[in-house]
């Protein structure tokens, strides 16, 4: 049997980062969401998916869903957005 994950312990601004990844959000969406270049987003992305192991965003996401970062409001882009 296989070990219970532990919640990762992600900065709040990583974890905001997965969500909008989850959302489907692409980089210059991100970046207009949070008011960042796409550059700054690239890096946060990158470390979102440094800290999980994630080999890419769709993993990524699969790992905060497991790992309990991802709530309901994590599956669609808002119409506001």
Known sequence: MLPALTPCPLE????????LIARGYTNPEIG?????SV???????KRTLLAL??????????IGWQRGLL???AGAKSAAA
């Open 12 to 19: 709040a601004y990583l974890v905001e980062t997965l969500k």
């Open 71 to 73: 709530g309901p409001d």
């Open 53 to 62: 192991d994630a080999e890419n965003r769709a993993h990524a996401v699969a």
């Open 39 to 45: 550059d700054a987003v690239k890096s946060r992305v």
């Open 32 to 36: 207009a969401h949070l008011w960042l």
